[in-house]
């Protein structure tokens, strides 16, 4: 594993955001001034591969990226905001639904933040 790419997982794992690319590029900048974009495209990209971290797309926005650990994710479908949650693990309903074996899923629940929902 390249210093990068350390790094890069060493800031989403303490990180309580779910931050883009360009956001990780601009914090990386701040340790390493000498680090260009694509490097951290590569390296984010690189990672993802390997499964120690996840690429959130939510259509409209950049990708996030996010800690490789078990849970689900809360989507405001106005303002955009990304929020972890953790609900009942859905993985032995999905199997007998599928008739066999899963590897993984990745649940997102679109709705409306409190915030979002006060200026309605």
Known sequence: MTK???????????????????????????????????????????????????KMSIEGSPDRYDKNRKHDHLVCKKCGALSDKCFADLTKDLEDQLGEGIIAYDLKVFYL????????
């Open 4 to 54: 990068y790419a350390k790094l890069l997982l060493e800031l989403i794992n303490q990180s309580e955001e779910h931050m883009t690319a360009e956001q990780l590029f601009l914090e990386l900048k701040k340790i390493t001034p000498s680090v260009v974009q694509a490097t951290v495209y590569n390296n984010l990209n690189t990672l993802c591969q390997e499964g120690l971290i996840r």
């Open 113 to 120: 933040c409190p915030k979002c929902r006060e200026e309605k």
